[in-house]
């Protein structure tokens, strides 16, 4: 058994028409950091089509590596969801096809340097019957609503990694 890791970069998502998170690039001091920059006060999303095709079973796990643009306190929420189509097999459109249950997880700044590196996982237990080489997107979002998003300012997030089970 072996654990299948995908990198996703900011350049790699895909935005819908509103509400999205906003592509950043900073110059830094030292090299370029490009990320998404989530808002604090209104629902974002970007997705990710996620390569599938040693899935073997099991849950997907998320990682996410974020930063806090401004702010050194509070926790922020994050929400995945997948869509999975099987190609010549499921009858479903696929400009139509309907997102899984989502899953959440909420983490907490580190302490008072506003721009730490911060990193979480998310359980996706969601599946959307996922089998290997489907055609499968992956949703995420700021889920500022929830009691555990209470960091102000835009959470910036630089890599999304998702891992799965080839067996």
């Known amino acids: 058994m072996a654990t299948v890791k995908h990198r996703f970069q900011a350049a790699d998502a895909f935005f819908p028409a509103s509400n999205f998170a906003q592509y950043s690039a900073v110059a830094g001091t030292n090299f370029p950091v490009a990320s998404l ?18 899935y073997g079973s099991g849950n997907l796990t998320i990682n996410l590596k974020w930063y806090a643009d401004t702010a050194s306190s509070g926790g922020v929420t ?17 400009e139509t096809k309907a997102f899984g249950s ?6 907490t700044h580190l302490g008072t ?21 489907d055609y499968a997107i992956l949703k995420l979002a700021r889920k500022v609503s929830d009691g555990g998003d ?15 089970s080839d067996t």
Do not use: K, W
Request: negative net charge.
């Open 150 to 164: 209470t960091m102000t300012g835009d959470c910036l997030i630089v890599e999304v990694g998702v891992e799965y």
């Open 78 to 94: 994050f929400g995945v969801s997948l869509a999975c189509i099987t190609a010549n097999t499921d009858s479903t459109d696929i």
């Open 113 to 133: 340097t506003g721009q730490r590196l911060h990193e979480f996982s998310i359980t996706l237990s969601n599946l959307d019957s996922i089998a290997a080489n």
């Open 37 to 54: 920059a989530f808002d604090a006060a209104t629902e974002e999303v970007v997705y990710f089509q996620v390569p599938t095709m040693d």
């Open 102 to 107: 989502e899953n959440t997880a909420s983490d």
